[in-house]
């Protein structure tokens, strides 16, 4: 099961209030640089303390294992 679509309409990134949107197992946002992990395939988790990195989670093929 993927975001629906209204969910991903509405979605912002909490630390800078920017556009996000979906990469995989992440809502990305390119401004800040951030990736926040998706869970369960339909969940994203948007707590700034979960973040990964972008260009990280990017190298990590966006699978979540560890944080890197």
Do not use: Q
Request: aromatic share 6%.
């Amino acid at each position: 099961m993927a975001i629906s679509e209204h969910l991903k309409n509405v979605l912002a990134c909490p630390k800078c209030k920017g556009n996000v949107k979906e990469e995989n197992m992440f809502i990305t946002c390119s401004r800040c640089g951030l990736a926040y992990p998706v869970l369960d395939g339909n969940v994203p988790d948007m707590l700034i303390e979960d973040t990964w990195k972008l260009d990280k989670a990017r190298k990590a093929g966006f699978v979540h294992t560890d944080k890197l």
